[in-house]
């Protein structure tokens, strides 16, 4: 006896909340090895979608980058308000290693590396960077 699967609206929102993320507002697709934004350099940093945004703490749309390009952080300072590309790894917030104290495992902190990578931005994913180049 052939197995029939019935499509019904249920099924199709069950799937789409299984497979998605968080929006960020940023392209995020999960293949996605370069991003496009404009670029907060402050405490954390954040990429954003649009041009006018304060800090992430305000609900705008954003997802967090981890500098893994080589280079100090105090070299991007100039970029700030500005758009750039980034290139790198989209990695699960989750899926980081979890800090190695009480503090880390309570705030359910994660790092990359030996740096802390906070998600002001609340979204599912975080952005390795590998490159951040300046777009004019």
Avoid at 9 to 25: D, E, K, R
Avoid at 27 to 50: H, I, S, Y
Avoid at 73 to 83: T, V
Wanted: aromatic content about 12%; charged content about 20%; overall charge positive.
């Amino acid at each position: 006896m052939p197995i029939r699967l019935i499509v019904t609206p249920g099924l199709i929102a069950a799937a789409c909340l299984v497979g998605g993320y968080q929006s960020t507002g940023v392209d995020m697709a999960t293949r996605n090895k370069q991003v496009m934004g404009w670029f907060n350099f402050g405490g954390e940093w954040a990429l954003f979608p649009q041009a006018a945004f304060t800090h992430p703490a305000r609900h705008y749309e954003c997802t967090n980058i981890v500098n893994d390009t080589g280079q100090p952080n105090e070299r991007f300072r100039r970029y700030h308000g500005h758009r750039v590309s980034v290139i790198g790894l989209q990695i699960e917030y989750d899926k980081l290693t979890p800090g190695p104290d009480m503090a880390d495992k309570y705030l359910s902190r994660r790092y990359w590396k030996s740096e802390y990578v906070p998600n002001f931005c609340g979204s599912d994913h975080v952005i390795i960077a590998k490159r951040i180049k300046l777009l004019r």
